[in-house]
């Protein structure tokens, strides 16, 4: 049997994957294995903090979980509508034992997920995931009475949360005179992003800022950026930001329209940790899907770079063993330790903002640290993925590769976590150099490792 739980939480369609049965169960079990192992043994019985994006099917698949902890014995605190990162910041603000995020993220929206986080706010490893599944539908004693979870709602706590992301700017960080464009993909970033950057002095012009529960990710947001890229340009803006549906990501185009991507975003960050000395081991954490030119934008600057495995869950991983301060991706998740325990694409686009309020540079000029080398991706479907990373004749055409490329470019071939398919990623100093290679060693690839 398949694994339940994939990269990020359990994932699939609403009501045919992801069913209320599905979501009710998967509750109970997470109030048993996280309840145990939560920290506040003060209280009398487990706390849960409940969130969701503004999907549809949030509501009944909300009842559900809702429904599944309160049943064994767990009390509940609905949050309504919040960002993820807004979820696992609140799960330690209000010392509660475990959260659950109903979101799928920049997935479109017949689609959505479940999303835990334990005690302290952070993203379940495998072991408890694991945990979890194994505890699904064994029997239990249900409490009666008195000892059933009760039920609440605290909408006040999104209000906490932006106070939250505020202050990690400290007191000397207005951002008046920045014009922002903020594109909040009708998702839950509507309800946080604009009271955020318009408290700290910013004149903001929003758009997809208005959720119907049937139009988030619709054509904007993080994965659709022409209408941000318009609207900067014509409304003669500084900086525009993209968020995803849940707001644990964040991309951005300069006043030109030009696009900032997830690597940029992580230089600009790193540049400025070092010079406040706040950068600790001089690292930062990127994975290996990170381009090659920020990775030697680091090493011009002095900074090491971590690579981990692609996701978010490894960057931060990374960051908790070896006491790292920052670390992303190149697709928006950006993961600031000393205020967030996961992606947090407002605070991202934040602390963005601030810098270049406190250096008086454009984003042009603070993404010029870094210049992108070309690459080309090709996903080459219906492989068998453990033979592939084992041929000798593929490991050996990429070695030669990567030999041929030396410095001014590489190779990563990864296989998918859920598909049949090998991600064939070349990097080099021109597209047509990359688009050769990529294409060539996807050919070896179908040929030697085809279903």
Same mark, same amino acid.
């Given at each position: 049997?398949?694994?339940?739980?994939?990269?990020?939480?359990?994932?699939?369609?609403?009501?045919?994957?992801?069913?209320?049965?599905?979501?009710?169960?998967?509750?109970?079990?997470?109030?048993?294995?996280?309840?145990?192992?939560?920290? *506040?043994?003060?209280?009398?019985?487990?706390?849960?903090? %409940?969130?969701?994006?503004?999907?549809?099917?949030?509501?009944?698949?909300?009842?559900?979980?809702?429904?599944? @902890?309160?049943?064994?014995?767990?009390?509940?605190?609905?949050?309504?509508?919040?960002?993820?990162?807004?979820?696992?910041?609140?799960?330690? /603000?209000?010392?509660?034992?475990?959260?659950?995020?109903?979101?799928?993220?920049?997935?479109?929206?017949?689609?959505?997920?479940?999303? *835990?986080?334990?005690?302290?706010?952070?993203?379940?490893?495998?072991?408890?995931?694991?945990?979890?599944?194994?505890?699904?539908?064994?029997?239990?004693?249900?409490?009666?009475?008195?000892?059933?979870?009760?039920?609440?709602?605290? @909408?006040?706590?999104?209000?906490?949360?932006?106070?939250?992301?505020?202050?990690?700017?400290?007191?000397?960080?207005?951002?008046?005179?920045?014009?922002?464009?903020?594109?909040?993909?009708?998702?839950?970033?509507?309800?946080?992003?604009?009271?955020?950057? /318009?408290?700290?002095?910013?004149?903001?012009?929003?758009?997809?800022?208005?959720?119907?529960? @049937?139009?988030?990710?619709?054509?904007?947001?993080?994965?659709?950026?022409?209408?941000?890229?318009?609207? %900067?340009?014509?409304?003669?803006?500084?900086?525009?930001?993209?968020?995803?549906?849940?707001?644990?990501?964040?991309?951005?185009?300069?006043?030109?329209?030009?696009?900032?991507?997830?690597?940029?975003?992580?230089?600009? @960050?790193?540049?400025?940790?070092?010079?406040?000395?706040?950068?600790?081991?001089?690292?930062?954490?990127?994975?290996?899907?990170?381009?090659?030119?920020?990775?030697?934008?680091?090493?011009?600057?002095?900074?090491? %770079?971590?690579?981990?495995?692609?996701?978010?869950?490894?960057?931060?991983?990374?960051?908790?063993?070896?006491?790292?301060?920052?670390?992303?991706?190149?697709?928006?998740?950006?993961?600031?330790?000393?205020?967030?325990?996961?992606?947090?694409?407002?605070?991202?686009?934040?602390?963005?903002?601030?810098?270049?309020?406190?250096?008086?540079?454009?984003?042009?000029?603070?993404?010029?640290?870094?210049?992108?080398?070309?690459?080309?991706?090709?996903?080459?479907?219906?492989?068998?993925?453990?033979?592939?990373?084992?041929?000798?004749?593929?490991?050996?055409?990429?070695?030669?590769?990567?030999?041929?490329?030396?410095?001014?470019?590489?190779?990563?071939?990864?296989?998918?976590?859920?598909?049949?398919?090998?991600?064939?990623?070349?990097?080099?100093?021109?597209?047509?150099?990359?688009?050769?290679?990529?294409?060539?060693?996807? /050919?070896?690839?179908?040929?030697?490792?085809?279903?």
């Amino acid at each position: 049997m398949a694994r339940l739980f994939g990269t990020d939480g359990v994932r699939g369609k609403a009501n045919t994957d992801l069913t209320a049965e599905l979501a009710l169960d998967l509750s109970v079990a997470a109030a048993h294995v996280l309840g145990e192992v939560g920290l *506040f043994k003060d209280k009398a019985r487990p706390r849960a903090l %409940v969130g969701r994006d503004p999907r549809a099917s949030g509501e009944f698949l909300e009842a559900a979980v809702v429904a599944g @902890l309160a049943s064994a014995g767990v009390d509940v605190i609905r949050v309504g509508i919040v960002p993820t990162p807004g979820v696992a910041y609140l799960v330690n /603000e209000y010392r509660a034992d475990l959260g659950v995020m109903l979101s799928a993220s920049h997935n479109p929206m017949p689609d959505n997920g479940i999303k *835990f986080f334990n005690t302290g706010g952070a993203k379940l490893d495998d072991a408890l995931e694991d945990a979890i599944e194994q505890r699904m539908g064994e029997h239990w004693a249900r409490p009666v009475g008195a000892d059933v979870g009760r039920v609440s709602d605290d @909408l006040g706590a999104l209000e906490a949360y932006v106070a939250h992301l505020v202050s990690s700017l400290g007191r000397d960080s207005s951002l008046e005179g920045i014009k922002v464009v903020l594109d909040c993909a009708n998702g839950a970033s509507s309800m946080t992003a604009v009271a955020a950057f /318009e408290t700290q002095g910013a004149e903001v012009v929003a758009i997809h800022n208005t959720p119907s529960g @049937l139009n988030i990710n619709e054509n904007c947001g993080s994965t659709h950026m022409d209408d941000l890229r318009r609207v %900067v340009v014509e409304q003669g803006a500084d900086l525009g930001l993209a968020f995803d549906g849940d707001a644990d990501r964040c991309l951005a185009v300069d006043a030109e329209g030009n696009d900032v991507d997830g690597d940029q975003i992580l230089a600009i @960050l790193a540049l400025a940790l070092k010079e406040e000395h706040k950068l600790a081991s001089n690292t930062v954490v990127a994975t290996i899907m990170s381009n090659l030119g920020f990775v030697n934008a680091m090493r011009d600057n002095g900074i090491k %770079v971590d690579q981990t495995k692609v996701g978010d869950r490894y960057v931060l991983e990374s960051m908790n063993a070896n006491g790292f301060m920052l670390g992303g991706e190149q697709s928006g998740h950006v993961i600031m330790s000393e205020f967030a325990t996961t992606g947090d694409g407002v605070l991202t686009g934040l602390h963005l903002a601030a810098r270049m309020a406190r250096t008086g540079k454009s984003m042009k000029e603070l993404a010029g640290v870094m210049t992108r080398l070309p690459q080309v991706l090709i996903n080459v479907k219906n492989v068998d993925k453990l033979r592939a990373g084992i041929d000798p004749e593929i490991n050996g055409a990429v070695a030669r590769a990567n030999h041929e490329l030396g410095t001014s470019g590489r190779v990563v071939l990864r296989p998918s976590g859920t598909e049949p398919v090998v991600r064939v990623m070349v990097e080099a100093e021109s597209t047509e150099r990359a688009q050769e290679v990529a294409d060539r060693l996807a /050919e070896l690839v179908r040929e030697r490792a085809s279903l």
